[in-house]
Structures are given as structure tokens and as C-alpha cells.
């Protein structure tokens, strides 16, 4: 089965917008959920195109406007986070109640109108905690250190017992640390537009520890493919690593931009957090070999696309 209308969930966000963006290039319809619809003009700026795209907007915790939103689609891709990281201990119950509880009431909805094909978006980067091993491979035990990686394992268990009882199809996405063209670099989440923005700028770059904190940094034209190829997968699979497959340090990235931008670059260096992990590489062989998806883009290509795109944004 080839699918034909999408509902994006968190169709605005940094992810969603490209996602969109593709999928209308290959002349799929697209409805797009998110708190607020933009105007005319600012939904052709940001998607490129109007042509298949239709808005739907409301709480994704409430099960009456997310049953409305599925009408006339046959598959979902749910993008949609509540918290971050880095905050989400803060107040547990609400990462429960509007992630987990909404997630849950999604899947009835869809079990409703009988769409059985949702992409979830979980997280490689907090579901597996500290690692006893690397590159980390999708059998890897999951020992989350934050509320936002233990809610996301939560969902992936509903997502599995919905693909169990109700003959679901649910593809669970265990992403990296998403980058690129038009991600804020305002945020507290995101160290590549967060440090590219402050290099610019010629202001300190604050840095947690010591600099040498290992991620997995991967482009967003590379996560969009593995989104849309995984919406085609028939396999048997249903949990993949998304990733680069490369261990690059926030000290890295220093160099890269110290490098690129061919300037000095200040650092602040304060005391490690307790919920950062300290090294995180996937293994995305499953996802080479099931879902024939591999990444293209390697990190100082990438961060160059960053770069550019912040100094478009000046002119």
C-alpha cells in the first residue's frame, strides 16, 4: 500500500517542516496538526508550496480534536513533544499526562477509524542511557536517566501493544541529535544551531562539563528520508536506530566552527549536569539493511548548511 494523505503531528516543528516539505515535493496531501495555523503567506514560505497541504490545529492531549485530525488520512507521523530533556524531571506527571495519556488516546483514535500506519519519533538519545557498550545497536538494554526517555519507552511499549492487539503498524524511530537548516538557535536543545548562533555572534558558548560529551549528530534531510522510507516499510521490524553513526564531541564542534568560520571562538565551561550521558552512538546497521536508508550528509558538510542558513537569515 502506498499512503497518500499524512497527518504531521507537530507539523510546524523544526522536523515536521521538512518532512512536509518532501512529501509535497512528491506530491502526497499533507495535513499538518500544531497549536496554530499560519497565515497564507507564512504557510507558503515555510512549506514551499500550498498544493496538498491542509491545517489542523488544537491540543494534541484533547482525544476529541486528534480523532477530527485523522478524518480522511491513512497514515500519521507523530512528532509531537511536550518537553525536553533537559526539563522534563521537573514536572513528571505533566510529561505523563500530555505525552504518554496523548500518545495513548492517538492510538485509539486511530484504531477507530482503522488507520493502522503511524511513524513514531522516539529518542536514541535518552531511551538507552548510559551505554554498556558502543556504537548502540537497538537490543541495547534501555536504562533512561530523565523523564522525557522513560515516557518515550513508554509510548514505544503502547505502540507495540497496539501493533499486537489491533494489528497496528507502527514504526518506532529511535533518533539522534537532529541539525540543520532552520532550527532555532535560541533554545536550550540543539548544541549545533545553539553554538553556531553564539560563534556568530562573537559571544561565549556556555558549555556544560568538559567539552567532551560524545553525541550522534544527524542532518534533517537525512531524518526526513528515514521518515519517509520507514512510512513505505513492510518488514517485520518495528524499532530502528536513526543516527550518523559517528561520535562527534561538543569540542568538535567547536573546532568545526573555529575552523569554518575561520575565528576565535569563546567557551564557558561549567559543572556536568547528572542526566547527561556521556557518550551516545547508534548503530543504524538494522535501518541500512531493513529500511535501505543511509545517511549522506557527514558533520562538517552539515554544520556549513547551519552556518549558511544563519547568515541568510541577516540578509
Not at 6 to 17: A, M, P, S, Y
Not at 250 to 265: A, C, M, P, S
Request: aromatic share 10%.
Amino acid at each position: 500500500m502506498r499512503y497518500s494523505k499524512f497527518l504531521i503531528l507537530g507539523g510546524l516543528g523544526f522536523i515536521g517542516r521538512h518532512v512536509a516539505r518532501t512529501l509535497l515535493a512528491q506530491g502526497h496531501t499533507v495535513r499538518v496538526f500544531d497549536r496554530y495555523a499560519p497565515n497564507h503567506h507564512e504557510a507558503a514560505r515555510i512549506f514551499n508550496s500550498l498544493n496538498g497541504l491542509e491545517f489542523a490545529t488544537g491540543d494534541f492531549t484533547d482525544k476529541d480534536t486528534i480523532y477530527k485530525a485523522l478524518i480522511g488520512c491513512d497514515a500519521c507521523i507523530h512528532l509531537v513533544t511536550t518537553t525536553l530533556p533537559a526539563t522534563s524531571n521537573e514536572d513528571k506527571l505533566y510529561d505523563i499526562q500530555s505525552n504518554l495519556v496523548g500518545t495513548v488516546q492517538l492510538l485509539e483514535a486511530m484504531r477507530n477509524q482503522d488507520i493502522k500506519k503511524m511513524i513514531f519519533l522516539s529518542s536514541g538519545g535518552t531511551v538507552y542511557g548510559n551505554p554498556n557498550y558502543t556504537p548502540i545497536d537497538e537490543n541495547h538494554p534501555t536504562n533512561p536517566q530523565s523523564s522525557y526517555g522513560i515516557v518515550k519507552l513508554a509510548i514505544e511499549k503502547y505502540c507495540q501493544l497496539f501493533n499486537h492487539l489491533h494489528g497496528a503498524n507502527t514504526i518506532i524511530l529511535r533518533l539522534s541529535n537532529p541539525y540543520g537548516p532552520g532550527q532555532s538557535g535560541s533554545g536550550i536543545q540543539g548544541a549545533v544551531p545553539a553554538f553556531t548562533a553564539k560563534a556568530l555572534a562573537g559571544q561565549p558558548i556556555e558549555i556544560w562539563g568538559d567539552g567532551n560529551i560524545v553525541r550522534d549528530y544527524i542532518h534533517i534531510d537525512d531524518v526526513s528520508r528515514a521518515i519517509i522510507d520507514a512510512t513505505q516499510y513492510r518488514g517485520e521490524e518495528t524499532v530502528f536506530n536513526i543516527g550518523n553513526g559517528v561520535g562527534t564531541s561538543l569540542n568538535d564542534i567547536i573546532g568545526f566552527l573555529r575552523e569554518t568560520l575561520n575565528k576565535e571562538v569563546k567557551v564557558n565551561y561549567s559543572n556536568a549536569r547528572s542526566f547527561d550521558v556521556s557518550t551516545n552512538i547508534l548503530d543504524i546497521s538494522k535501518a541500512k539493511k531493513e529500511l535501505g536508508w543511509l545517511p549522506s550528509i557527514d558533520f562538517k558538510y552539515g554544520i556549513n548548511t547551519v552556518i549558511d542558513d544563519f547568515l541568510g537569515m541577516d540578509n
